[in-house]
């Protein structure tokens, strides 16, 4: 049974220390263009729904929103020393709309098959998120900033597909480590 009391940070490092990972990485990586219609960060950028479905799954919404503001929070700041600062505002708000949509939409199809929660909650928040992030990250630029956005939601949505395969390898473990009260 998942508690709805909160964890308590501390018991979240992991999660929280994959959060910062992710995020930090794909602020640096965004701002390198593979092709015409693709970064380098919309590889690693799912990774991130990945850890927020993981600790959804195993500890509840909760813990998944108390790990969603905590990466943000940490993740904001370092990432304004490693990006520049509209890439780090950008990358932030984005970040947590979608978070929270996944969040959202994870809790409501829970109780369905394995895979329906993490792929549609975030194949729906990559939606929010890319289009929030392009927009305040490149409007104005020269850089073709819908034709990037295209191509990483497209990547993004392949990766939340790929990404099904080590949510469903973490599952056995996962449940080993629900607190039953």
Known sequence: MISSSPAPLLTLWRPILAMLVVIVSSNYLVQFPINDW???????????????????????????????????????????ALAPWRIAVASGVAFILGQLLDIAAFNRLRAGSWWKAPLIGSVVASVVDTAVFFFLAFYGSDMNWLMLATGDLSIKCLMAALLLAPYRAMLPRLQLRVPVR
């Open 38 to 80: 693709l970064t380098w960060g919309a590889f690693t950028f799912p990774v991130a729904f990945l850890v927020t479905d993981l600790t959804n799954r195993a500890l509840g919404n909760v813990a998944a929103r108390r790990v969603a503001l905590a990466g943000f929070a940490v993740a904001v700041v370092v990432s304004l």
